[in-house]
């Protein structure tokens, strides 16, 4: 693959519905993808949703600068285990895996995006066994996925229940979401499961769901490079 360039200027607001999106081959037989961003070539700052079919196996290979990812269907599997639906993994910077699935999966995956200086922990969380905690408001949870102490970047499950809002909030580093259930309204818009949004350095957007129902999203905070 040449360079490519998918969603590359971190000081735009980006809404995709990955649903809509059809599915590019990878090198690999029964590996398909869908791009969000993308900067580089088959090595590449990556974010996509990849699929994998029924008995298909990716090559070995290492990720210099880290793999993070979130299990959406069926079960993900390499040389440390299975992974099913909810599970979130971060491979630190310099880690190898042969990625499989024997039944087939999909999965949410950030390539590349990781420090290089030792300070990367391994992270497998079963999300579907955590606890959910209060996010400072009513009907707003959440469960911490990763946040170091150094604030460089914040992960975490959240959910709102039904006809909530919480107000424009102020966001120095960015904000990615990946809609996981139900719908969520932010910007003046509704977003359904499977939308991905990302909002720039220093904009500031409401969180919001409607009488409908709630709404559960995967969101990571503050690691986004500012505008040039």
């Not at 042969?98 to 990781?114: E, N, W």
């Not at 990946?178 to 977003?191: I, T, W």
């Not at 909002?199 to 969180?207: E, I, K, Q, R, S």
Request: with cysteine.
């Amino acid at each position: 693959m040449s360079d490519t360039r998918v969603n590359a200027d971190f000081g735009e607001r980006v809404v995709v519905d990955t649903a809509a999106m059809p599915w590019a081959p990878s090198p690999m037989a029964g590996v398909e993808r869908r791009m969000l961003d993308r900067i580089g070539g088959e090595v590449a700052r990556a974010t996509s949703i990849v699929r994998y079919a029924a008995g298909s196996v990716f090559s070995p290979h290492e990720h210099a600068l880290g793999e993070e990812f979130l299990v959406l269907q069926g079960m993900f599997q390499d040389e440390h285990g299975d992974f099913g639906p909810g599970s979130y993994v971060r491979n630190p910077p310099g880690s190898r895996h042969t990625p499989a699935s024997a039944l087939g999966c999909t999965i949410f995956v950030k390539l590349r995006q990781m420090r290089d200086d030792g300070s990367e922990p391994l992270v497998q969380t079963d999300t579907s066994k955590g606890e959910w905690v209060s996010a400072g408001a009513p009907g707003y949870e959440r469960q911490i996925l990763f946040a170091p102490e150094d604030g460089r970047e914040f992960v975490a499950l959240e959910r709102l229940a039904p006809n909530r809002k919480i107000a424009v909030r102020s966001l120095p580093g960015g904000e990615e979401i990946l809609v996981l259930e139900g719908c969520l309204r932010q910007g003046g818009q509704a977003h359904s499961p499977g939308s991905w949004i990302r909002n720039p350095p220093g904009a500031g957007f409401d969180l919001g769901t409607g009488p409908e129902g709630g709404c559960t999203f995967w969101v990571k905070r503050g690691h986004l490079p500012p505008p040039i």
